[in-house]
């Protein structure tokens, strides 16, 4: 099960890096910070099942330094993005919901194996 979800994982980050990189991208959610919290979610809990045996913090540090350099990246002129420390806010907050989530699926399903 930790394969698949390695798999989706770095579609993720992929698909993430994409939509962050890209000068036009789609927009599937009106809302800019709407869309960082969306895709750190699913990153972060993706990333905890992926690699679960990784501490929470180093998890947590990486995906906070693939959102810094998603801002870094996105401050290159040609690229016509806006770098803003708001969105890097916005993914870190969303980083700590996607473990909470995390958390409290592994919470219920060690309770229904007991």
């Not at 919901?97 to 309770?111: K, M, S, V």
Request: with cysteine; charged share 15%; net charge positive.
């Amino acid at each position: 099960m930790t394969r698949y979800f390695r798999w989706l994982f770095w579609l993720a980050v992929l698909t993430t890096l994409v939509f962050a990189w890209t000068p036009h991208p789609p927009t599937l959610i009106p809302n800019d910070k709407a869309q960082h919290t969306l895709a750190f979610v699913v990153l972060a809990l993706l990333m905890r099942f992926s690699y679960p045996a990784l501490a929470w913090q180093v998890t947590g540090l990486a995906l906070a330094g693939l959102g810094g350099l998603i801002e870094i990246v996105q401050a290159i002129p040609v690229l016509h993005r806006d770098c803003d420390i708001y969105d890097w806010y916005a993914d870190v907050a969303a980083i700590f919901l996607g473990f909470a989530i995390a958390t409290a699926i592994r919470f219920l399903q060690r309770t229904r194996e007991k």
